[in-house]
């Protein structure tokens, strides 16, 4: 199965500065359709969690441009250009090119 | 627009087993499949299982087989998971989200597991 492994655990910022999220996978998320399905998803405190960006860089319709997505193969980032207050919550990886579909730990995003 | 909702909160003794519905709105269930995803509290997410009700496509995560049963029903558009012989550990938030890639989540359900 697929280990989704993403760092820090834990990243304390600071409004209006800038925030980055790795995310590694044990294999390579190309799907034989030729697509990489890494997406990332937000989850704000008593709230379900919500796809962000969706294979590796795009973003969901509303999300903003703050928000961007990079990577291929097997390491992915989740970057912040200027963090809001609005962002706090943890931010989690998941592949979806391998069954079993896999999250990664989570990333707590705090102020 | 696409819409998710289960069913409410459950209390259940070890041994028993629970029923999670996800009714869906804005899609149909013929052309969209189901994923389930659950949170035990203060923890991470967990992928439970998916089904494809379009072609019968099930996929349970290796963790929960011969405990959990996903099903379907295109006519009133909700999916279900069944979850059996449960445990203090299974308490949980558990999710419906669609498709294989889970675009859209539903609001979740606490089943809570206590004697």
């Known amino acids: 199965d697929v280990v989704m492994t993403q760092s820090p655990l834990s990243l304390p910022v600071t409004l209006g500065q800038p925030a980055s999220i790795s995310c590694r996978s044990s294999q390579s998320l190309v799907h034989s359709d030729g697509r990489t399905y890494l997406h990332w998803f937000q989850q704000r405190p008593g709230q379900s969690p919500r796809r962000l960006i969706y294979r590796i860089s795009n973003r969901e319709s509303g999300v903003p441009d703050r928000f961007s997505g990079s990577g291929s193969g097997t390491d992915f980032t989740l970057k912040i250009s200027r963090v809001e207050a609005e962002d706090v919550g943890i931010y989690y990886c998941m592949q979806g090119t391998h069954w079993p579909r896999a999250f990664g730990q989570g990333t707590r995003l705090e102020i | 627009q696409v819409q998710l909702v289960q069913s409410g909160g459950e209390i259940k003794m070890p041994g028993a087993s629970v029923k999670v519905s996800c009714k869906a709105s804005g899609f149909t269930l013929t052309t969209q499949s189901i994923g389930w995803v659950r949170q035990a509290p203060g923890q991470g997410l967990e992928w439970v299982g998916w089904?494809?009700?379009?072609?019968?496509?099930?996929n349970y995560a290796q963790n929960f087989q011969g405990r959990v049963t996903l099903t379907t029903d295109t006519s009133t558009n909700i999916a279900y998971m069944e979850l059996r012989s449960l445990r203090s550990d299974d308490t949980a938030v558990y999710y419906c989200?669609?498709?294989?890639?889970?675009?859209?989540w539903g609001q979740g359900t606490l089943v809570i597991v206590s004697s």
């Open positions: 989200a669609r498709g294989a890639q889970f675009d859209s």
């Open positions: 089904i494809n009700p379009y072609n019968g496509n099930i």
